[in-house]
């Protein structure tokens, strides 16, 4: 077989694609999409693709982003496993590539539960090629790149991004581990603990236990369709698909199975090219980059790799097959597709009520349907998703609203794997629940099948379905599709090669839009659904309540034995959990299973009766939504800095030099269409304007290519173009000969760009002492979309636990009073929200421009509307409402800090910053907060406020003058707030000495299995030079740091260091997440790890060093993505008050002269641990687990919170509490 090229996507793509497609069949059945990143792609000296194919054997991830921006207060948010962060912004862009394997965990044979996502770590582990261990990491880690991989339940995929001249070779140590992976049997035991530590991680997530219950209850019934007589069929759903050292040692050795045969079994068995995808993007032509894949990927076998003499009987029948295989006609057909459905009746019709580890309260109400990855056409789940998750009037969630029984709502068909297989697909009806809407879980299910009963109506009815809400929704996803944002390499291939998984049913050609386009609708596919699927005998109900107690409470077995107080409980919650509890054997949930009465049923079978739906329902269909865009032009711009062809273009021009004419490199960065002038920077930075010869209209007709040639200033002055900028591309100086990259010890540096004009940088519109408005129009990425963001800082913002509580209570409110009309914005991809911050609320407005400022006019409008104190709520606002959203609150703050990795970082930032108050404080503040009280409050928040906003995108100066009228007619009526008013900013000094400052605190969880450390060192007040030496040392202790504890020593599945940036000090942060070792035993080895780090440091060779430096170079001066990235970047400079637009060009031009005596010099003054000049903080989150990661935890000798904040305020007073000063305000 030939290497057979496939349908062309050309007519697939999104307008401003710019990026070329091929489809190529390799000749082992591999299917390819290589993509040539036209935006990456540069007119430089051509990356060398050869040479990396030598028989040489090559000596040479955490959940965090581990590199950040300001620190945020974040306490309120307890659901991410990680720091507030911010991701810092890089900007050429990356090469990327993903590969996708058609199996996954229901393909884990029954005695070795959690195989697919075993193997997917044993692949790591070394190559014949490639034999070191962590070799592939290594290259990655110092050339800027990324790896990671997932395994789900169908598929498995592996992905890497990396900087463009990395790409091949890195894409060879890829491809060796599906050609010659070694497996070796000493890396089972490292590895097996790390699926422990990561299924430890996910233990205690309400999520996982749901999911997790699903799959036991699959699991207990009988032989599902299409079993053999007397053969009990289990269906893969009810699998263990996260593995651990049970399902993986324990099990298999009491089975008699030896893992490390099994495990090759499995990769023999699945691992093969017709059973895989990839996708590649890079700077590099598409015959280029045929060329590199058909080498790399070619000795992947192309079926299956068969022992004979061994009983391959249940992989064969989990087998895939292939019909035309070696052709584009190639269909395939899993042995998944007959398993049908995952629950029986005698699974359905039930309410199953489960004990969460969290405060909280939800009801899901699941209907199980035939696959559905036949409708991609159609995609009648989304139609259905779409009505009954609606959140306008009329709505399943504003009828609920009215009856304070809910607080939000989601409809449809997961993506993930339980929810939509090859099998089946699950449509959920999710409900966030009042605790007065638990006692009325029957209520609200009757209001859900009354709501089914009214779509019924419409589809039985002459008419049927409202077309025109297809039709809405068919536009809005072709004007999203039409406009999107240019994808992250990464993201892009990921997306691109699920869409490869062997059994997805998209054809060739509509790979790129197939998932995101309505191609026609089809009435019937949805009555079908309805009528048969979506009925009261197929539902199977799940409710998760803290009323039920919580999972600490069944700790010791015995219910409510906790510091929780048992709650209040109705009649009907009692009788949901009498009795002793059933117990999920994995993840240890406590629940109670009942038979829904059959006259519950029958009233909900006669509710859903085709009929409209009675007026005191408050349901109907949704309104014609009025966010739809109408405009999508974008807005000229100013005639002195507009568009050219030589714009961003890299010249050389001839200029006589004591009478000798000498050629000089240059860029075009400005153009003066009023003067026809361009504007040219030169390699020293100078500037110059030059009249252009030729007019504005006869350049429209020339294509301008390298080598053009013309004149300037009357045509004294020649010039030649040199480069082309891409569409997107800024300006980038380039030489046209190899000095385009700066060559340091035969190390390539990234060519840094010129400055950009003043002009095109944020331009401060309005400044006074109430608005402070910058405005950018975009000129990068082309599309009629636009960000609003504001900064509402307040006199009062944070003054105490009640003041900050009290805005957060008011930002809840705005978002509860908006929802309405807010959902119907989102639908039309105009999206907002409303949240508290350190100093008052930030907003942010994002969308198409066209009707942005319309909804920025509601949100500002309600949340000024609580400045008038009357003693009555706004308009819109019922005081039920208030109640619920504080409920919701209190709620949140209770759930703060449940894990032990969030706690600790919550811990070290409110040591730091003394004015980030604790959840439980705040809490304590409001909790019996009255209406009158919140009112005078939030009057007081408002009534003397200052608002800083930035607006950008498709967006002119008349665009910016109608925001500004806006803004100041929201806040009229609010007093001007001079700087010195501003609430204040401090950041605590830590100390220097050898001493180690600790701060300990016991987990707030009982159960919390892990424990969390966090050795933080602060450096110092900001500055380049040292914000990018920090950077550099993250970069070169990352890898080995990450080797050593995590995948040799196995500390912990989190390991990882990173840079830190506080309010204007820098810092930088060690981090491990362990079950198995003390916190003292990860600090000593940390200590121990900078100890011999040093040598290592000061042993490197300069050309390591130098990747390193230009790995990190490379970060910096990754192009934006977007829109939102970029606005992202500028907004954080706001924020942080530091306005430098151009920061990481800035620090780009600080590594290139950095050394490796400075770096030196820095790690023995920051981080050795002999230096008596260190400033450094120990944090420690202690869990309860058995064995060394308890050692340690303090006694308690009051609640756990209570501790955590006494150790805070110890800390404080242990530093004096010193501080580097009040942050300054520009």
């Not at 993201?491 to 490869?500: G, I, K």
């Not at 405009?631 to 000229?636: A, D, I, N, Q, T």
């Not at 701060?999 to 450096?1019: G, M, S």
């Not at 430096?1109 to 954080?1132: I, R, T």
Request: charged share 25%.
């Amino acid at each position: 077989m030939k290497l057979q090229r496939g349908p062309d996507l050309d007519a697939s793509r999104y307008p401003l694609d710019k990026k070329l497609y091929r489809q190529i069949l390799l000749p082992n059945g591999l299917r390819v999409l290589l993509i040539s990143d036209t935006l990456a792609m540069q007119s430089g000296p051509p990356v060398h693709i050869g040479g990396d194919d030598s028989d040489s054997d090559e000596d040479d991830e955490s959940e965090d982003d581990e590199s950040e921006r300001s620190e945020q207060d974040g306490d309120d948010d307890d659901d991410d496993d990680d720091d507030d962060d911010e991701e810092e912004d890089g900007g050429p862009r990356k090469a990327a590539a993903a590969l996708i394997v058609g199996a996954g965990s229901f393909h884990d044979p029954p005695c070795v539960q959690g195989m697919a996502h075993f193997l997917e770590h044993m692949l790591f582990m070394g190559t014949e090629k490639y034999p070191v261990e962590n070799a592939y990491d290594v290259f990655l880690s110092k050339n800027g790149g990324d790896n990671n991989a997932f395994t789900e339940l169908e598929h498995t995929c592996y992905h890497l991004e990396i900087p463009q001249e990395s790409f091949f070779e890195a894409l060879d140590m890829l491809a060796q581990f599906f050609i010659s992976p070694l497996m070796l049997p000493d890396a089972v035991d490292r590895e097996l603990n790390a699926i422990e530590s990561e299924f430890q991680l996910s233990k205690n997530s309400d999520e996982c236990r749901l999911q997790q219950l699903l799959c036991h209850q699959c699991l207990l019934q009988d032989g599902g369709e299409g079993s053999d007589a007397g053969e009990s069929r289990k269906h893969p759903f009810g699998n263990f698909s996260w593995g651990n050292i049970h399902s993986l040692k324990t099990v298999p050795k009491e089975n008699g199975v030896n893992i490390m045969t099994e495990i090759r079994r499995f990769y023999d068995a699945h691992y093969y090219a017709q059973n895989m995808g990839l996708t590649v993007i890079g700077a590099f032509t598409l015959d280029q980059l045929e060329e590199q894949v058909s080498k790399k990927f070619s000795g992947i076998p192309s079926v299956p790799r068969r022992n004979e003499k061994e009983d391959n009987s249940f992989y064969d029948s989990l087998a895939i097959k292939r019909e035309n295989a070696e052709t584009w006609e190639r269909t395939a057909t899993t042995p998944i597709q007959s398993f049908g459905m995952p629950f029986q009746p005698s699974s359905l019709g039930r309410i199953f009520c489960s004990v969460p580890v969290k405060d909280r309260h939800c009801l899901y109400i699941t209907w199980q349907l035939p696959p559905q990855w036949q409708n991609w056409k159609s995609k009648p789940c989304d139609y259905i998703g779409h009505l009954m998750g609606h959140e306008s009037s009329g709505s399943l969630l504003s009828a609920l609203k009215e009856k304070t029984w809910a607080t939000a709502c989601y409809a449809g068909v997961g993506a993930g794997g339980h929810e939509n297989a090859s099998s089946h697909a699950l449509f959920s009806l999710t409900f966030v629940l009042s605790e007065e809407g638990v006692s009325h879980w029957k209520e609200i299910i009757d209001i859900a099948f009354i709501y089914i009963g009214m779509m019924r109506h419409f589809c039985h009815s002459k008419s049927g379905l409202p077309v025109w809400i297809y039709e809405e929704l068919r536009a809005i996803q072709e004007l999203t599709y039409q406009f999107q944002d240019d994808q992250t390499p990464l993201d892009l291939v990921e997306e691109l090669a699920e869409s490869l998984a062997p059994c997805v049913a998209l054809p060739p050609e509509r790979l790129l839009d197939g998932d995101h386009l309505l191609f026609e609708f089809d009435g019937d596919a949805i009555k079908e659904l309805l009528d048969n699927f979506m009925s009261s005998q197929n539902v199977r109900v799940d409710l998760i309540s803290s009323l039920f107690g919580r999972a600490a409470d069944f700790a010791d077995g015995a219910p409510l034995n906790s510091e929780n107080e048992k709650p209040a409980r109705s009649a009907e919650v009692s009788s949901l959990s009498a009795g002793i509890p059933s117990i999920e054997p994995i993840f240890g949930t406590q629940y109670w299973s009942h038979q829904i009465p059959s006259n519950v049923i029958e009233k909900w079978a006669s509710l859903s009766e085709p009929q409209l739906p009675p007026t005191s329902s408050l349901i109907k269909m949704p309104p014609i939504n009025p966010f739809v865009p109408r405009r999508f032009e974008l807005k000229p711009t100013p005639s002195d800095d507009t568009h050219h062809p030589l714009l961003f273009c890299s010249l050389k021009i001839c200029i006589t030099v004591k009478k000798k004419k000498s050629w000089f490199p240059c860029t075009v960065t400005k153009y003066d269409g009023i003067k026809n002038q361009v504007l040219l920077s030169y390699e020293d930075e100078m500037e110059k304007w030059h009249k252009v010869d030729m007019g504005s209209a006869d350049f429209k007709r020339v294509t301008i290519l390298p080598l053009y040639a013309g004149t300037f200033d009357s045509k004294s002055i020649k010039f030649k173009v040199i480069a082309v900028p891409k569409d997107g591309e800024g300006a980038v100086l380039k030489f046209g000969d190899n000095s385009d990259w700066d060559v340091e010890d035969g190390i390539n540096f990234p060519p840094i760009p010129p400055a950009v004009p003043k002009s095109r940088l944020p331009q401060l519109v309005c400044d006074t002492q109430l608005l402070k408005l910058w405005h950018l129009q975009d000129r990068k990425f082309k599309r009629p979309i636009a960000e609003l963001r504001l900064n509402i800082i307040c006199a009062d913002g944070n003054k105490s636990p009640l003041h900050k509580a009290t805005a957060d209570l008011l930002a809840h409110l705005c978002h509860d009073i908006t929802t309405e009309t807010s959902y119907l914005a989102s639908v039309c991809e105009l999206g907002n929200s409303i949240s508290s911050s350190d100093v008052g609320f930030t907003v942010r407005v994002n969308g198409f421009d066209d009707k942005l400022l319309e909804l920025a006019s509601v949100i500002l409008n309600v949340i000024f509307s609580f400045k008038s104190f009357d003693g009555q709520l706004p308009e819109g606002m019922k005081a039920s409402r208030f109640n619920a959203c504080l409920e919701v609150l209190l709620r949140a703050y209770g759930n703060a800090g449940m894990q032990a990795s969030s706690l600790c970082s919550d811990v070290r930032l409110r040591c730091l910053r003394p004015t980030i108050w604790s959840a439980a404080a705040k809490a304590k503040a409001i909790e019996n907060l009255t209406i009158p009280e919140f009112l005078k409050l939030s009057s007081s928040l408002l009534s003397m406020v200052s608002v800083e906003a930035l607006y950008h995108g498709n967006v002119d100066r008349p665009d910016t003058k109608l925001a500004e009228e806006l803004i100041i007619k929201a806040i009229a009526g609010s007093k001007n707030m001079p700087r010195s008013k501003y609430p204040v900013q401090h950041v605590m000094v830590v100390p220097k000495s050898k001493k180690n400052y600790e701060v300990i605190v016991p987990t707030i969880d009982p159960q919390e299995p892990n424990t969390a450390v966090e050795i933080y060192f602060q450096i110092g007040k900001d500055n380049v030079l040292d914000r990018v030496i920090v950077d550099v040392l993250a970069q070169i202790m990352y890898e080995p740091l990450y080797d050593e504890l995590r995948t040799k020593e196995q500390f912990g599945y989190h390991v990882s260091c990173g840079s830190r940036w506080s309010f204007g000090i820098i810092g930088i942060c060690f981090k491990v997440v362990t079950t198995s070792k003390s916190a003292n035993e990860v600090s000593i080895r940390l200590n121990t790890f900078l100890d011999a780090f040093k040598h290592k440091l000061v042993d490197m060779s300069d050309d390591i060093f130098v990747e390193n430096v230009v790995g990190v170079a490379k970060n910096k001066l990754d192009k934006f993505n977007s829109l939102e990235e970029e606005c992202s970047h500028l907004w954080g400079e706001i924020l942080e008050r530091r306005y430098d637009w151009e920061v990481h060009r800035n620090e780009a031009l600080s590594l290139r002269s950095l050394t490796k005596k400075q770096v030196v010099e820095a790690f023995n003054t920051w981080l050795h641990p002999d230096t008596k000049s260190r400033r450094k903080m120990s944090v420690y989150a202690i869990g309860t687990t058995e064995g060394q990661a308890c050692i340690g935890r303090p006694m308690a000798t009051c609640s756990a919170k209570e501790m955590v904040d006494d150790s805070v305020k110890a800390f404080h007073k242990a530093g004096g509490n010193n501080t580097w000063g009040c942050m300054k305000w520009s």
